[in-house]
């Protein structure tokens, strides 16, 4: 399926350590700023579909508020069970403040 850069939200809205949830084209998405780069990583857990927007993040991951699997916000591999599978990263540019994902 072709993909498309989808304006998303200006970087000054996602606070460094932090994350916003956002659904794009349809995707729910994370868009998070770890040390002064943006991120963009699906925003379902791959355990049962939990919507991580509602998660917790904590450094560099964020924790899955249902059964507590948590993924690398950057590479959106996943540290601990019961997800097995990582979350899927999507592309990022940044142009002027604001910031585009592939989706
Ligand atoms: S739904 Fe996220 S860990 Fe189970």
Do not use: W
């Not at 927007?53 to 591999?77: K, M, N, Y």
Request: proline share 7%; net charge negative.
């Amino acid at each position: 399926m072709a993909t498309s850069y989808y304006p998303v939200m200006p970087v000054s809205k996602v606070p460094v350590g932090g994350m916003v949830g956002v659904e794009v084209a349809g995707t729910k998405l994370l868009i998070s700023n770890i040390g002064g780069k943006v991120y963009a990583v699906s925003g379902v857990c791959t355990h049962e579909e939990f919507d991580l927007a509602e998660g917790i993040v904590v450094e560099d991951a964020v924790t899955c508020p249902l059964h507590l699997s948590q993924f690398d916000l950057r590479t959106g591999v996943v540290y601990n069970p019961p997800a097995t599978e990582p979350l899927k990263v999507f592309n990022v540019k940044i142009d002027g403040d604001m910031i585009f994902v592939e989706v």
